[in-house]
T-cell receptor
Framework: KQEVTQIPAALSVPEGENLVLNCSFT??????LQWFRQDPGKGLTSLLL???SQREQTSGRLNASLDKSSGRSTLYIAASQPGDSATYLC?????????????WGLGTSLAVNP | NAGVTQTPKFRVLKTGQSMTLLCAQD?????MYWYRQDPGMGLRLIHY???????AKGEVPDGYNVSRLKKQNFLLGLESAAPSQTSVYFC????????????FGPGTRLTVL
């Protein structure tokens, strides 16, 4: 059974720092790994989707990597800004092998301080 | 395009009352989902639909019913609300493509007293 874990639960950094958010999954037969952002009181917005055949995806200052053998994905945020403050969630398809339903981590709450 | 919209944004119910949450999407997506989000529990799937006229149970379906009479709409019903159903409810949609992600609505905050 696929389980998704995110550590740390919360992170506070000064503006300008490069930072890494972690996502672990238990079943390495993963189809893809998805990263979302959630602003307080708002819905979720997709950031990056990494297919199992890919090792990383980039969008602007965001870079997500996927290592199936170790059961880990990381979201790297370069030169963090106060506007990056949000909760970041990762999700993996359940069951592995199709992208119909997702199982979610609990998220990392990020605060970037000016 | 409006994307995924949810009605209402906020609602307060008394125990035992019923209500329907409406989700609408204008992206012609086949798949639609209802989630609830609670502190410490994360996002949990209530029900989902892979096409007009079809519905399926998710992780936490008890106490909820759904209908997908039109492709663009997905309704979530609470027949007899309980305080345990106090939560934030999110609707999402996607295409059947394996490479596609889910698109979320802004959420409905429901309080059951």
């Amino acid at each position: 059974k696929q389980e998704v874990t995110q550590i740390p639960a919360a992170l506070s950094v000064p503006e300008g720092e490069n930072l890494v958010l972690n996502c672990s999954f238990t079943d390495s037969a993963i189809y893809n790994l998805q990263w979302f952002r959630q602003d307080p009181g708002k819905g979720l917005t997709s950031l990056l989707l990494i297919q199992s055949s890919q090792r990383e995806q980039t969008s602007g200052r965001l870079n997500a990597s996927l290592d199936k053998s170790s059961g880990r994905s990381t979201l790297y945020i370069a030169a963090s800004q106060p506007g990056d403050s949000a909760t970041y969630l990762c999700a993996a398809p359940l069951p592995p092998g199709n992208n119909r339903k997702l199982i979610w981590g609990l998220g990392t709450s990020l605060a970037v301080n000016p | 395009n409006a994307g995924v919209t949810q009605t209402p944004k906020f609602r307060v119910l008394k125990t035992g009352q019923s209500m329907t949450l409406l989700c609408a999407q204008d992206m012609n997506h086949e798949y639609m989902y209802w989630y609830r989000q609670d502190p410490g529990m994360g996002l949990r799937l209530i029900h989902y639909s892979v096409g007009e006229g079809t519905t399926a149970k998710g992780e936490v379906p008890d106490g909820y019913n759904v209908s997908r009479l039109k492709k663009q709409n997905f309704l979530l019903g609470l027949e007899s609300a309980a305080p345990s159903q106090t939560s934030v409810y999110f609707c999402a949609s996607k295409t059947p493509l394996e490479t596609d992600t889910q698109y979320f609505g802004p959420g409905t905050r429901l309080t059951v007293l």
